[in-house]
C-alpha cells in the first residue's frame, strides 16, 4: 500500500501557487532573450597589487633583475620591471626566513620558520614549487648557495651544517658538526649558525659564524678548521672583501671588527660607527646592534661599507637609519619605517671581482627604497611600482572598468603635476621580465577612499596598478595644531577627515565623498588653477522627533525658532562657518547648530584637478551629534546630491547650492502604505500627520509671522533644518520664483526629520550588513538609508510618461520612489526650484536593499542619465562648444508607457533576495531567495559577456551571479569566508567579470568571474624569467694563472656526493615533490621552453669558444710554418760549412 505523504501535497500546493503568481508578471520578461549561461563564468584569482604586508626578507638575481620579497604569514612577491609583479604563497603560512636565487637558472629557493625549504621554478608565469624539504630534528636558521653551484647550504640552531643537492633536493652526508668547528677546550656551546659564505678566492673553503661571536673558516676537502677568530659579542652578520684577504663582522654592541684571513689572534680594526670616542682611549660606549653590513669594492675609489643599526642608545625616538661609509664620509639615511632587510646592487655576479655597487635595495616595514650610489646625496630612484596603497589606511574602494576613454589621460596630466622632485635620474635598476600579451584593452580605474581623507585614483588597466592623481579633502577644513585644540565637537576620536563613502559619475567628472564627521564635499573637475575665496559651504540640521525634546506639544503648533533680524545681513558673510549664528552652547551644555569640522576661512588655492564645488555639514542637535552617512549617490543631469543616514535622507542642489529636502524615513511612506512602520508612540505619529497636513494647506499665521523679505517661507525651510547661517540667501532665491511658478513650488517641504536611535560613532561602512539572527528591539526599531539609485522612470502606476525619480533603500528592505521635478536646463535651471515628492514604497524586501537598477523591455540596462564633463573654469566660448558636444552625446529616452503595458523592468537586491518589478504597473515578475543562512555584503549589476546580471558576494564566502530579468542562478562558488571586516568593507564588483577586495592592510587582490578572462589568464599574466647571457667571469691575469694565483674551483660533487660522503639520516628531513597537475604541466612546458632558449645561448656561446679556438689554431700554425720556413732557411745557409767555418 502507498504511503501517503502530506508534503508533498504542500509542495505542489505552493510550487503551484508561486507558478500562478508568476504567471501574470512573466508575459513581459519572456520577451527578453537572455544568452548568459553558466559557461560564461569561472572564479578565479588574477593579480596581487600593493606593498607586501609584513615582509620578513628579500633576495636579488643580479643577472636577471628580479627582486623577491617574502612575508610573515609564507606570502612571496616577485617584482621586475615597472608592470612585472607576481605573487605566491606557501601553504604553511609560515614566515620566510630567508631568500637565495639560483642566479640566472630561473629558479628560487625559500626557507621558512617551520624548518621547511622549498624550489621553486620561476620560469613560468604562475610559479611553482618543484622540491620541498621539511627539517624535523634541527631548526633552520641560515642558507647560503654559492654563485653556479647546486649545492645548497643549510645552518641550523644546533650550530651544525647540512648540504643540500637542490637538482633533487636530496640531502648530502657531508654534514659540518658544530664540535669539530669550534675549539676543543672551548666548554659552552657556540650558538646557532647565523652566516654561511663560502671563500671568494677559494670554493674549498667555508666561512661559518656563530652566535656567540665564533667565525671558523673551514676546509671542506680536509674536513677542518684552518682558522677560528674569537670576539666576544654577538655576531648579526659577516661580508668578505672580494679578494679573499679580510672580512668584516658587525656585533651586537654596535661594533665592527675586520679580520685578516691569516692573522686569527686579534681583529685587525674595530671601530664603532656611532659610538662616541672617550678621550682617554678607553673602548666607546656601546651602542644598538649593527644588524647587517656589507663590504663591496670599486676599481677606481674607495670601498662601501653599508650597515643597519649601530645607534647610540641616547638617540631615543630617532627613526632607523642606513649608514653609508665611503672612504673618510659616513653618510647616515633616516628612514620612515623600521629596517626589515637591504642589499646591495652590484654590477657583477661574481663574488671574487670588483663589485661595483650602484644601487642600495632597503626593505623597510611598510617601504621599499632605492638608493642611488653613483650620485652625491645619495638620492633615492622613483619607485614604479603601486606600493603606497597603505600610505593611509583604507576605508573604502570602487572600482570602474570599461571607463571612458579619455579620463585615465586626464587624470594622469593633472595627476604628473603632483610628483615629488628631487629623485635619482637614473633608470629603475630592477628591469627585470617582460609584460603579457593580454588582449583586455578597455580602461578601468579604481578609487580609494583613505583615513586621512585622501582621495587615490589608480589605473588598472591590463592587470598593472598605477597611481593617476591623489586628492586631499582635508584641505578644505581648518586642522588643529594640537591636542589642546581639537575640536569638543568631534564624533571620532581618531582620524575626523576619514572617507565614509564616494559617488562617482565618470562620464560627467563629478565627484562627491562623505566623510566620518559627518560631512559630504562635491566636486568638480577642472584642468585650470583657480583660487577659491570663499568656501561655498551648506549646513543641514537632521534630528529626531522620537524624543520628547524635540517633538511639539499635543495640543499646539509647532513654532520654528526664527532668526534675529541682523542675523544673516550678509550672503556671503553667513555662508562662513565662523559665524557666531551657526551654533550655539545652551545653558546646560547642550551643543546645537555646530558642526563637527571647521571650514577653512581663508582663501583656498586649487590646483588642477578636483575642485570644491560645495561642502555640506551635519550638524549637533540639541546635544546630539550627527549620524554619519551611510549611503550618498550624485547625479550630474539633475544637478542633485543626496545623502541619507539613520536619521533620514537630504536631497541638495549643488547648482543652486540649496537643500531642497530633509525627511525623515518614516515619511517616505505614504499614509496608505501597507508597508508603512508605526512610529514608537502613536501620539506622536498623531502630531506629525497633524503638522504635514497643516503646512501642505499653508498656514497665514506663519506667513504674517515672517514679515522681512530675507525669510520668505523660512518656517519651511527651519523645518527642513538647514542652519541659520544658509537660510536666509536660499530662501531669498525661493521667494522670487515660488511666485512665478508655483505649479512647480516643492511639494514636500513640510516634511519633518524622522527619529532614530543614536548609533555609536566610530561604526564603519558595515553596519547596514548584519546577520539574520540580529532580532533585538533596538535593530528593528531603526531604518537606515542604504542606497540610492537616479532614474528615469514611471513614478506611479498611473504614469504613462518619464520623470526623473530617485529609488531610496533602507535596512528594512522597503524600497520607495520619489519623483523629482526639474525645469529644462540653461538659465532656467539655476532660478526655478526642484520640486520633490514622495510617492510611497514600490516593493519589500527581505534585509538591507544593497543595490537597485533600471532595465528596458529588451533587458539592457538603462544607466542614470548624465551631463558629459565640460571645464567650468573655461572660457564661455568654450563652455558653449563643450554643452555642445554634451547635447549631442545625451543618451536618448526610453518610450513612454503606453496603456496597460509596461517599458520598464526595476531589479532590486538586499541582503536575502532580489526581486524584479515591472513598471509603472509595479507588478513583481521574478523573486529569488540568494541566502537564508548568511546575508549578502555587497551586490551590483554588472555587464557580462554583452548581458547584464547581478553579481553578489556573501559573508559565509560564496561569489554567486544571477542572470536579468529572470533571476536564473549562474555561478556559485565558495571563494572567501568573511574573516576580516576589511573585505567587507573594500569588496567591488565591476564590469566585464572584475572584482577586487583589500587583502591585507596593503594589498589589493583582482579576481574574474570571467570564463574568457581565466582562458587568456596565462597570456596576460607578466613573465618573470628572460633568457640572458651569464657575464663572463673575471680574468685571473697571466702573473695569476702562472704562480697558482686568484680563485680556485672545486669538484664539490666528488665531494659532497653520495659515492663520496655516503647517505644522509632519513631522520633528518623529509622531502615532498612539488604539487602536479595542470599547473605542473604548464609550468614543466614552460620550463621546456625556458631550457630550449638556455641550450641555445649555450650553443651560441659554445660556437663562439669554437670559432674563437679556430682563430687561435690558426695563428698557431701560421706561427709553426713560420718557424719551418726559418728552420729550414738556416739549415741551407750552414748546410755545406765545416765547422770551424761559422
Same mark, same amino acid.
Given at each position: 500500500m502507498k504511503k501517503f505523504n502530506i508534503r508533498k501535497v504542500l509542495d505542489g500546493l505552493t510550487a503551484s501557487s508561486s507558478s500562478a503568481a508568476h504567471s501574470g508578471g512573466s508575459r513581459e520578461s519572456d520577451a527578453v532573450q537572455e544568452t548568459l549561461q553558466s559557461d560564461h563564468f569561472q572564479l578565479c584569482k588574477t593579480v596581487r597589487h600593493g606593498f607586501p604586508y609584513q615582509p620578513s626578507s628579500m633576495a636579488f638575481d643580479p643577472v636577471q633583475k628580479i627582486l623577491a620579497v617574502g612575508t610573515q604569514n609564507g606570502a612571496l612577491r616577485l617584482f621586475g620591471r615597472a608592470g612585472v609583479e607576481c605573487y605566491c604563497q606557501h601553504e604553511s603560512g609560515a614566515a620566510i626566513i630567508q631568500l637565495q636565487f639560483l642566479i640566472n637558472e630561473g629558479a628560487l629557493v625559500s626557507a621558512l620558520a617551520d624548518d621547511s625549504i622549498h624550489l621553486w621554478n620561476l620560469r613560468q608565469k604562475i610559479p611553482a614549487i618543484l622540491h620541498s624539504l621539511k627539517f624535523s630534528r634541527e631548526r633552520i636558521t641560515y642558507v647560503h648557495l654559492p654563485f653556479q653551484s647546486k649545492w645548497l647550504y643549510i645552518g641550523t640552531e644546533r650550530g651544525n651544517i647540512h648540504i643540500v643537492n637542490v637538482e633533487s633536493f636530496t640531502l648530502s652526508g657531508y654534514v659540518i658538526m658544530w664540535n669539530k668547528a669550534i675549539e676543543l677546550s672551548t666548554k659552552t656551546h657556540p650558538g646557532p649558525v647565523v652566516h654561511i659564505s663560502d671563500h671568494p678566492m677559494d670554493e674549498g673553503k667555508l666561512l661559518i659564524g656563530f652566535e656567540c661571536g665564533v667565525v671558523v673558516l673551514w676546509d671542506l676537502k680536509c674536513k677542518k678548521a684552518d682558522y677560528r677568530y674569537t670576539y666576544d659579542e654577538a655576531i648579526h652578520s659577516v661580508a668578505w672583501h672580494h679578494e679573499g684577504k679580510q672580512f668584516v663582522c658587525s656585533h651586537s654592541d654596535g661594533s665592527l671588527t675586520t679580520w685578516n684571513v691569516r692573522a686569527p689572534a686579534k681583529a685587525a680594526q674595530i671601530i664603532t660607527p656611532h659610538g662616541k670616542?672617550?678621550?682617554?682611549?678607553?673602548?666607546?660606549?656601546?651602542?644598538?646592534?649593527?644588524?647587517?653590513?656589507?663590504?663591496?669594492?670599486?676599481?677606481?675609489?674607495?670601498?662601501?661599507?653599508?650597515?643597519?643599526?649601530?645607534?647610540?642608545?641616547?638617540?631615543?625616538?630617532?627613526?632607523?637609519?642606513?649608514?653609508?661609509?665611503?672612504?673618510?664620509?659616513?653618510?647616515?639615511?633616516?628612514?620612515?619605517?623600521?629596517?626589515?632587510?637591504?642589499?646591495?646592487?652590484?654590477?657583477?655576479?661574481?663574488?671574487?671581482?670588483?663589485?661595483?655597487?650602484?644601487?642600495?635595495?632597503?626593505?623597510?616595514?611598510?617601504?621599499?627604497?632605492?638608493?642611488?650610489?653613483?650620485?652625491?646625496?645619495?638620492?633615492?630612484?622613483e619607485n614604479p611600482y603601486p606600493l603606497t596603497i597603505h600610505e593611509s589606511p583604507v576605508t573604502c574602494c570602487e572600482y570602474f572598468a570599461d571607463c571612458p576613454a579619455e579620463l585615465i589621460p586626464a587624470l594622469y596630466s593633472v595627476g604628473s603635476r603632483q610628483k615629488r622632485q628631487g629623485y635619482s635620474k637614473k633608470e629603475w635598476p630592477i628591469s627585470g621580465g617582460n609584460w603579457g600579451q593580454g588582449t583586455? $584593452?578597455?580602461?578601468?580605474?579604481?578609487?580609494? +577612499? #583613505?583615513? %586621512?581623507?585622501?582621495?587615490?585614483?589608480?589605473?588598472? @588597466?591590463?592587470?598593472?596598478?598605477?597611481?593617476?592623481?591623489?586628492?586631499?579633502?582635508?584641505?578644505?577644513?581648518?586642522?588643529?595644531?594640537?591636542?589642546?585644540?581639537?575640536?569638543?565637537?568631534?564624533?571620532?576620536?581618531?582620524?575626523?577627515?576619514?572617507?565614509?563613502?564616494?559617488?562617482?559619475?565618470?562620464?560627467?567628472?563629478?565627484?562627491?565623498?562623505?566623510?566620518?564627521?559627518?560631512?559630504?564635499?562635491?566636486?568638480?573637475?577642472?584642468?585650470?588653477?583657480?583660487?577659491?575665496?570663499?568656501?561655498?559651504?551648506?549646513?543641514?540640521?537632521?534630528?529626531?522627533?522620537?524624543?520628547?525634546?524635540?517633538?511639539?506639544?499635543?495640543?499646539?503648533?509647532?513654532?520654528?525658532?526664527?532668526?534675529?533680524?541682523?542675523?544673516?545681513?550678509?550672503?556671503?558673510?553667513?555662508?562662513?562657518?565662523?559665524?557666531? $549664528?551657526?551654533?550655539?552652547?545652551?545653558?546646560? +551644555? #547642550?551643543? %546645537?547648530?555646530?558642526?563637527?569640522?571647521?571650514?577653512? @576661512?581663508?582663501?583656498?588655492?586649487?590646483?588642477?584637478?578636483y575642485q570644491v564645488e560645495l561642502v555640506i555639514q551635519l550638524v549637533w542637535v540639541s546635544g546630539e551629534p550627527p549620524q554619519q552617512i551611510t549611503s550618498l549617490a550624485i547625479n550630474s543631469s539633475n544637478g542633485l546630491v543626496v545623502f541619507g543616514n539613520s536619521n533620514g535622507l537630504g536631497v541638495v542642489d549643488y547648482l543652486q547650492k540649496t537643500l531642497l529636502l530633509n525627511m525623515g524615513t518614516s515619511e517616505l511612506y505614504s499614509p496608505s502604505d501597507p508597508y508603512q512602520r508605526q512610529p514608537c508612540s502613536p501620539r506622536k505619529a498623531r502630531q506629525l500627520s497633524g503638522g504635514i497636513s497643516e503646512s501642505n494647506e499653508g498656514s497665514n499665521t506663519t506667513e504674517d509671522r515672517c514679515k522681512s523679505p530675507t525669510s520668505v517661507v523660512y518656517t519651511n525651510w527651519q523645518m527642513f533644518g538647514v542652519s541659520v547661517s544658509v537660510t536666509a540667501k536660499m530662501s531669498r532665491k525661493i521667494s522670487q520664483t515660488s511666485e512665478q511658478k508655483p505649479d512647480l513650488a516643492i511639494s514636500s517641504l513640510s516634511y519633518i526629520c524622522a527619529p532614530s536611535c543614536r548609533s555609536d560613532a566610530k561604526d564603519n561602512s558595515f553596519t547596514r550588513s548584519r546577520s539574520s539572527s540580529v532580532t533585538s528591539i533596538e535593530r528593528e526599531s531603526r531604518e537606515v538609508i542604504s542606497a540610492f539609485h537616479f532614474c528615469e522612470s514611471f513614478p506611479r502606476k498611473t504614469d504613462s510618461l518619464l520623470s526623473p525619480c530617485l529609488l531610496v533603500g533602507t535596512t528594512q528592505g522597503s524600497v520607495m520612489m520619489v519623483a523629482l521635478s526639474l525645469s529644462p536646463g540653461g538659465d532656467s535651471r539655476l532660478q526655478q526650484p526642484v520640486g520633490i515628492s514622495s510617492c510611497g514604497t514600490l516593493v519589500k524586501l527581505k534585509g538591507g536593499i544593497l543595490t537597485m537598477a533600471l532595465l528596458d523591455s529588451t533587458g539592457t540596462l538603462l544607466p542614470p542619465s548624465y551631463e558629459p564633463w565640460y571645464d567650468p573654469n573655461s572660457s564661455d566660448e568654450e563652455k558653449e562648444k563643450e554643452k555642445e558636444k554634451s547635447r549631442r552625446r545625451r543618451p536618448a529616452s526610453p518610450p513612454s508607457s503606453q496603456e496597460g503595458q509596461d517599458h520598464q523592468f526595476a531589479v532590486l537586491c538586499s541582503e536575502k533576495q532580489a526581486k524584479v518589478v515591472a513598471l509603472p504597473s509595479q507588478t513583481r515578475i521574478h523573486k529569488h531567495n540568494i541566502t537564508e543562512s548568511s546575508f549578502l555584503l555587497r551586490a551590483d549589476v554588472v555587464l557580462m559577456a554583452g548581458e547584464n546580471c547581478i553579481a553578489c558576494f556573501c559573508a559565509n564566502g560564496h561569489i554567486m551571479t544571477l542572470s536579468l530579468p529572470s533571476l536564473r542562478p549562474l555561478l556559485d562558488v565558495n571563494y572567501l569566508p568573511l574573516t576580516d571586516m576589511r573585505i567587507a568593507r573594500t569588496f567591488c564588483f565591476s564590469n566585464l567579470g572584475q572584482a577586487l577586495y583589500l587583502v591585507s592592510p596593503a594589498e589589493f587582490q583582482r579576481i574574474t568571474y570571467s570564463q574568457d578572462t581565466c582562458n587568456n589568464l596565462q597570456e596576460m599574466l607578466s613573465e618573470l624569467f628572460t633568457p640572458v647571457e651569464t657575464p663572463e667571469a673575471p680574468n685571473r691575469g697571466f702573473f695569476k694563472g702562472l704562480f697558482g694565483g686568484g680563485a680556485q674551483s672545486l669538484d664539490r660533487e666528488d665531494l659532497f656526493g653520495e659515492t663520496a660522503s655516503g647517505k644522509a639520516s632519513r631522520s633528518l628531513a623529509q622531502h615532498i615533490p612539488g604539487p602536479g597537475g595542470m599547473e605542473g604541466m604548464k609550468g614543466a612546458a614552460s620550463g621546456v621552453v625556458g631550457d630550449l632558449a638556455r641550450a641555445r645561448i649555450a650553443l651560441d656561446e659554445r660556437g663562439q669558444k669554437l670559432g674563437e679556438l679556430d682563430e687561435r689554431t690558426a695563428a698557431m700554425m701560421a706561427s709553426a710554418d713560420s718557424f719551418s720556413k726559418h728552420a729550414h732557411d738556416m739549415m741551407l745557409k750552414y748546410k755545406d760549412k765545416k765547422w770551424y767555418q761559422l
Open positions: 670616542q672617550p678621550k682617554d682611549g678607553k673602548k666607546p660606549e656601546p651602542c644598538k646592534p649593527i644588524l647587517k653590513v656589507e663590504y663591496k669594492t670599486t676599481r677606481a675609489g674607495e670601498p662601501f661599507m653599508i650597515l643597519s643599526g649601530g645607534l647610540s642608545y641616547d638617540t631615543v625616538g630617532r627613526r632607523a637609519c642606513l649608514t653609508v661609509m665611503h672612504g673618510k664620509s659616513t653618510t647616515v639615511l633616516e628612514m620612515d619605517y623600521p629596517i626589515v632587510d637591504f642589499l646591495t646592487l652590484c654590477e657583477t655576479p661574481y663574488p671574487n671581482d670588483f663589485q661595483e655597487p650602484y644601487a642600495v635595495v632597503v626593505l623597510l616595514e611598510k617601504d621599499l627604497v632605492l638608493i642611488d650610489l653613483g650620485q652625491i646625496g645619495y638620492p633615492i630612484f583586455q $584593452s578597455y580602461p578601468e580605474i579604481i578609487i580609494t +577612499g #583613505h583615513a %586621512d581623507g585622501t582621495i587615490k585614483f589608480w589605473d588598472a @588597466s591590463a592587470l598593472m596598478l598605477q597611481v593617476l592623481y591623489k586628492l586631499k579633502t582635508a584641505k578644505v577644513f581648518e586642522r588643529a595644531r594640537g591636542k589642546e585644540e581639537k575640536p569638543s565637537t568631534d564624533i571620532v576620536d581618531e582620524d575626523p577627515f576619514a572617507i565614509q563613502t564616494l559617488s562617482w559619475c565618470p562620464e560627467s567628472r563629478m565627484l562627491c565623498v562623505a566623510g566620518v564627521s559627518a560631512h559630504v564635499i562635491v566636486y568638480r573637475f577642472s584642468k585650470q588653477e583657480v583660487t577659491t575665496e570663499v568656501v561655498q559651504l551648506l549646513e543641514v540640521r537632521m534630528q529626531c522627533d522620537f524624543s520628547d525634546v524635540d517633538s511639539p506639544d499635543p495640543g499646539g503648533e509647532q513654532t520654528p525658532t526664527l532668526p534675529t533680524p541682523g542675523a544673516a545681513s550678509s550672503p556671503q558673510e553667513t555662508e562662513l562657518p565662523t559665524q557666531p $549664528s551657526t551654533g550655539s552652547n545652551s545653558s546646560d +551644555g #547642550h551643543r %546645537d547648530n555646530i558642526p563637527c569640522l571647521q571650514v577653512r @576661512s581663508s582663501p583656498l588655492k586649487q590646483s588642477p584637478g
